[in-house]
T-cell receptor, first 114, second 112 residues
Framework: SAVISQKPSRDICQRGTSLTIQCQVD?????MFWYRQQPGQSLTLIAT?????????ESGFVIDKFPISRPNLTFSTLTVSNMSPEDSSIYLC???????????FGPGTRLTVL | GQQLNQSPQSMFIQEGEDVSMNCTSS?????WLWYKQDPGEGPVLLIA?????ELTSNGRLTAQFGITRKDSFLNISASIPSDVGIYFC????????????FGTGTRLKVLA
């Protein structure tokens, strides 16, 4: 499976600011996703990060709030914009392996908004 | 977003006991994945299932793809303290999209 790293691992931010989270994979992958995991909850897909084109967002998530970049097949960023305390969550990137439909996750970024 | 129903929501068991949990939906799925998440970490893939009726093991873990394609089961035999964590199922409805819907999670606590 691919080795996935995320930066930062955690952060505490002030309301109204923005944070950019980076996801780096040690090999080229076609499919990369961003998820949100609110406290004590399951995982919810935010968007599919498409290489060289705009991300595909799920219902309830918009580009203005969660802009995503995917400049190449090993790297993506997710920005959480104009943050409020409700954005406090773990944000996870994931990739689909080169085998079958298996999906692997990064370690996550734990965000707290005050 | 849509989620799959997992049960039980949480369970306390004694070390050495077997554990069973399941994931159900009203929709048909083509692939089922089972994950374990430890505190402060991302989910780790345990088992992947690709066809109805498939039974797959990974050490003390065994998972099955339900024959109706609407459910999946995970069993852990002879539990140990490090089995503590949250177990999530994830289902893929449409082949090729690589998008998964996640279950609500089962929180497992093992008493030594």
């Amino acid at each position: 499976s691919a080795v996935i790293s995320q930066k930062p691992s955690r952060d505490i931010c002030q309301r109204g600011t923005s944070l950019t989270i980076q996801c780096q994979v040690d090999s080229q992958v076609t499919m990369m996703f961003w998820y949100r995991q609110q406290p004590g909850q399951s995982l919810t897909l935010i968007a599919t990060a498409n290489q060289g084109s705009e991300a595909t967002y799920e219902s309830g998530f918009v580009i203005d709030k969660f802009p995503i970049s995917r400049p190449n097949l090993t790297f993506s960023t997710l920005t959480v914009s104009n943050m409020s305390p409700e954005d406090s969550s773990i944000y996870l990137c994931s990739v689909v392996g080169t085998g079958r439909n298996e999906q692997f996750f990064g370690p996550g970024t734990r965000l707290t908004v005050l | 977003g849509q989620q799959l129903n997992q049960s039980p929501q949480s369970m306390f068991i004694q070390e050495g006991e077997d554990v069973s949990m399941n994931c159900t939906s009203s929709s048909i799925f083509n692939t089922w994945l089972w994950y374990k998440q430890d505190p402060g970490e991302g989910p780790v893939l345990l088992i992947a299932l690709y066809k109805a009726g498939e039974l797959t093991s990974n050490g003390r873990l065994t998972a099955q793809f339900g024959i109706t394609r609407k459910d999946s089961f995970l069993n852990i035999s002879a539990s140990i303290p490090s089995d503590v964590g949250i177990y999530f199922c994830a289902g893929q409805r449409t082949s090729g999209t690589y998008k998964y819907i996640f279950g609500t999670g089962t929180r497992l606590k093992v008493l030594a």
